[in-house]
């Protein structure tokens, strides 16, 4: 026979009954060599092994680590932020009652001027009072007596003097007092220091010739 179909060679009949019909038995699975990956591929859908040099699989131990790590470092910049964010919002704070309150002293010292000459009476005295209880509760600290020793951080000298009475630099007179806020100095205290009296030339000359 001659004809486009003369090379096709010998019909090939597949069965693929899984039972043979002329035993009755279960047939053996045949596999189509046409059906094998070739060397070096995997069939699609499979998942490659862990150690194939085809494929890198990632460590999901190693990943979770640099999460974890991502995570805290991030919690961490954010404890700072927030640390800053407060501390500044403490010192906004601060920075603010104190100018209020510094612009207050001059009245707090009419208040103190008017008590020591016993002219704080009636309605002016109620709201003297009144305004001395709300600046303390802020946090405003009234300092310096005569007799504290004298402190350059917290004294201003405005007159100098000596006394027998003294061991060391003193505030004999409070001109005016000194205000803090927490640590911070508002205004220092005026005061007349007194230093420990020098001894007369006299005794100086006889410890001398001594």
Avoid: C, W
């Avoid at 991502?70 to 403490?90: C, I, K, M, S």
């Avoid at 009419?110 to 303390?136: N, P, T, W, Y």
Wanted: glycine content about 10%; aromatic content about 4%; overall charge negative.
């Amino acid at each position: 026979m001659s004809g486009p179909y003369e090379d096709l060679g010998e019909p090939v009949v597949r069965d693929k009954r899984r039972i043979d019909p002329l035993t009755g038995e279960l047939r053996q699975p045949v596999v189509d060599v046409t059906d094998i990956p070739a060397e070096g591929t995997v069939p699609a859908g499979t998942v490659p092994a862990a150690g194939d040099d085809t494929f890198v699989a990632r460590d999901s131990s190693a990943e979770l680590a640099e999460r974890t790590a991502d995570l805290q470092r991030l919690q961490a910049e954010y404890a700072n932020y927030r640390r800053r964010v407060d501390r500044d919002r403490v010192a906004t704070q601060e920075i603010a009652l104190a100018g209020v309150l510094t612009n207050l002293l001059p009245v707090l010292d009419d208040i103190g001027r008017a008590r020591s000459h016993g002219e704080l009476e009636g309605g002016f005295k109620s709201v003297a009072e009144a305004l001395e209880g709300i600046v303390a509760k802020l946090g405003l600290v009234q300092f310096a007596e005569p007799g504290d020793p004298f402190d350059p951080q917290l004294h201003e000298a405005l007159t100098h003097g000596y006394s027998a009475e003294v061991s060391e630099p003193t505030a004999g007179q409070v001109y005016s007092p000194g205000y803090k806020l927490g640590e911070r100095v508002l205004r220092p205290a005026r005061v007349g220091v007194l230093d420990p009296e020098e001894p007369a030339a006299e005794e100086t000359a006889e410890v001398d010739e001594a």
